[in-house]
């Protein structure tokens, strides 16, 4: 038999079988989105114009945020990036040329910020209460069917 013309079969079919099979490759991403994704950012400028729909041609912002504002970015773009307002909530977009990444002091003052002082902790887990007597008519049953009223004679006694 001549095994050199099943040589290169077999090296290909080798090469075929090693390509497809799987791995535990963790994704690639690119570094800076990864680092920028859902991270706090600041408004890096004196004022910067803050849309909420985004950003159109011959229309003026809806509000214009000052330099170290707070935002949280939520879609990173090259032009404009989607951003949260940290201190209202309020999305909208802003140029990603006027944010850069929040320092970590400026974090730890925005997390002390976000942290209630009056809140304990509490040590029970959390039990859903009903009030049971209400007069909601959602949880009152349906009033029973009443008898007809013409109901036959009752029966002689005997």
Same mark, same amino acid.
């Given at each position: 038999?001549?095994?050199s013309r099943l040589l290169p079969a077999a090296a290909l079919l080798a090469i075929f079988i090693t390509g497809c099979s799987s791995t535990n490759k963790p994704a690639v991403?690119? %570094? ?72 970590? %002091? ?32 959602r949880l009152v049953p349906p009033p029973e069917d009443l008898p007809p009223a013409e ?8």
């Open positions: 038999m001549n095994y991403t690119t %570094a800076t989105t990864a680092k920028r994704d859902g991270k706090l950012f600041v408004v890096s400028v004196e004022s910067a114009p803050f849309f909420r729909h985004g950003p159109q041609t011959g229309v003026d912002p809806d509000k214009t945020l000052s330099k170290e504002t707070v935002v949280k970015l939520i879609r990173p773009s090259f032009g404009y990036s989607k951003v949260e307002l940290v201190a209202t909530g309020e999305q909208g977009y802003v140029s990603s040329e006027e944010i850069r990444p929040a320092s970590s %002091a400026l974090l730890a003052s925005v997390s002390a910020l976000k942290a209630d002082p009056l809140a304990t902790p509490s040590t029970q887990p959390s039990v859903e209460q009903f009030n049971l007597n209400s007069s909601d008519p109901l036959p004679a009752p029966a002689p006694e005997q």
